[in-house]
């Protein structure tokens, strides 16, 4: 490969539904791009499964497409991020005895109610530094569902890794996870709990050794980029963060994707149950509430409708959000922050005869934009501030009339980053970080990220979603004890 002397940098980001990936010099200049989709397989209700060698057959044509490039011999670093939660049972040589099982996947309930009563407010807060639950996505639900129903596959288990820690194995031959993705696993010294990891035997002995996000985890082994360093980096909430702009003290963030995360950076911290709080890493405390359900909702209409996002977003367009609009509970699989009910589901109220696709389609959307709202405000009283601007980004953002329904439901101003790739371009800036091509990650998000549009919520469409919210808590609470009751018909 030629070089011409100038740094270039990839990021991979390995989505719920995308693996997608930038090949970039610093300063923004985009010289390529990757983004194919692969599929999860839902046999049966609760089970979400992927195959991990898509993931790998993705990342493995994106670095062939970029070595095609006329800057690949320039490649100094590269990133990987990944949906956080998705877990991959594998044996001594790095091959998964099953498929992984994903952040979506609920069928370890009784398992993560049984973990989690085992430990009290106090006791979590003790050992991780806030009340993080064990819900069903949990390390140990899932260690402790395959030790009751696939003994035989958790017993050739030597590892159980996130999809990038799996990626990363494969590049470099090196086994090595990162303490901010091991959610509810370390405590704020950044290492393993050890009063939550003997909730689980072995659980200790097939965990990865933990190592600062911006540690180099080793060169790529083989292939058109041998040699050139991977960063261990760390889960897509903070990856995209980054590759939102945010970065300092009080500032917030908005990740739309198959699931929406919202964010905030507050040094702060008040006992708020439901909230993910990170340990402080390099002066960042982040307070999150990932949802379950966002752009993941709106394909389920797409394909009820057989319409395509375009066509769905041209529907939305056309339909006014009135008082006496339909509402939408978007709990297709349950629900995350900050309810964590794994056993509601979704429903609609208020539809009546003159309800058609372009009022079910905003319902959905205006649904979604809720569901937000309501980890919002848990992570705004988490962190004890109240953020009036939200960086904001991911696939779902990418819609106009979607961005000012959620500015109108949530009352609060979106910057909207320009490019789509907020996952994979902060990796890409971690994996420059992480090899002192660039100079820190204040500064370098600052040079990749710009703002693409400013979207203000509108006085009177903001007051209307101030009373449509109150209505979609109580459907929330209404629904809850029949969702139950019919999942354990």
């Known amino acids: 490969m030629m070089t011409t002397g100038e740094p270039v940098l990839i990021g991979i980001d390995i989505g719920t539904s995308t693996v997608k990936a930038v090949m970039a010099a610093p300063g923004g200049v985009l010289l390529d ?27 493995e044509n994106a670095l062939a497409r970029f070595a095609a490039h006329p800057r690949a011999g320039d490649v100094l670093a590269i990133g990987i991020t990944s949906q956080v939660n998705t877990h991959t049972f594998t044996d001594n040589a790095l091959a998964p005895v099953a498929p992984a099982i ?3 996947d609920t ?10 009563a085992r430990l009290s407010i106090d006791d979590k807060v003790a050992a991780l530094g806030a009340p993080i639950p064990i819900d069903t996505s949990h390390a140990l639900s899932r260690m402790a569902w ?10 050739r288990t030597r590892h159980v890794l996130l999809p990038k820690d799996w990626i990363i194995a494969r590049l470099t031959g090196r086994v090595a996870g990162d303490p901010l993705s091991a959610v509810g696993l370390v405590g704020v010294d950044l290492v393993y709990a050890d009063a939550v990891l003997a909730l689980v035997s072995r659980a200790a002995d097939v965990l990865p050794p933990l190592h600062d996000p911006l540690h180099v985890a080793g060169p790529v082994v083989s292939g058109p980029f041998r040699g050139v360093p991977v960063a261990t980096g760390t889960m897509d909430a903070w990856a995209a963060m980054f590759g939102l702009g945010v970065s300092g003290e009080s500032e917030a963030m908005y990740l739309s994707g198959t699931s929406e995360v919202l964010g905030l950076i507050s040094t702060a ?39 395509d996002s375009g066509r769905l977003d041209a529907l939305a367009a056309g339909a006014m959000i009135t008082s006496a609009s339909p509402l939408f509970l978007p709990h297709l699989e349950g629900e995350r922050a900050p309810i964590w009910d794994p056993t509601s589901r979704a429903a609609f109220a208020g539809i009546s005869s003159s309800t058609g696709p372009a009022e079910l389609v905003a319902s959905v959307m205006e649904g979604v934009a809720f569901s937000a709202r309501l980890a919002l405000e848990a992570v705004e009283r988490s ?13 779902g953002a990418m819609s106009d009339t979607w961005c000012q329904i959620r500015a109108n439901a949530l009352g609060r101003q979106l910057a909207r980053v320009s490019t789509a790739e907020a996952g994979a371009m902060g990796a890409l800036v971690m994996g420059g970080v992480a090899t002192s091509v660039l100079p820190d990650l204040a500064v370098a998000t600052a040079e990749l990220v710009a703002i693409d549009r400013l979207f203000v919520p509108d006085d009177t469409a903001a007051s209307r979603a ?18 139950t009751a019919l999942i354990h018909r």
């Open 33 to 59: 791009n990757y983004g194919e989709s692969h599929t999860t397989q839902r046999d049966a209700p609760g089970i979400a499964e992927q195959d991990p060698g898509h993931w790998l057959q993705h990342v």
């Open 102 to 104: 994903t952040w979506q």
């Open 107 to 116: 069928r370890a309930g009784s398992e993560a109610k049984e973990l989690d």
């Open 146 to 155: 395959m030790a009751a129903h696939r003994p035989r596959e958790w017993a």
């Open 269 to 307: 911290q008040h006992a708020e149950p439901g909230v993910v709080v990170f340990p402080e890493w390099r002066g960042i405390t982040l307070h999150a509430g990932p949802t379950q359900s966002g752009g993941a909702s709106l394909d389920w209409l797409g394909r009820l409708l057989g319409s």
């Open 383 to 395: 962190g004890g501030v109240r953020a009036p601007l939200l960086r904001h980004g991911g696939g």
């Open 466 to 483: 101030d009373d449509r919210f109150e209505l979609y808590r109580d459907l929330y609470q209404a629904t809850a004890p029949i969702s």
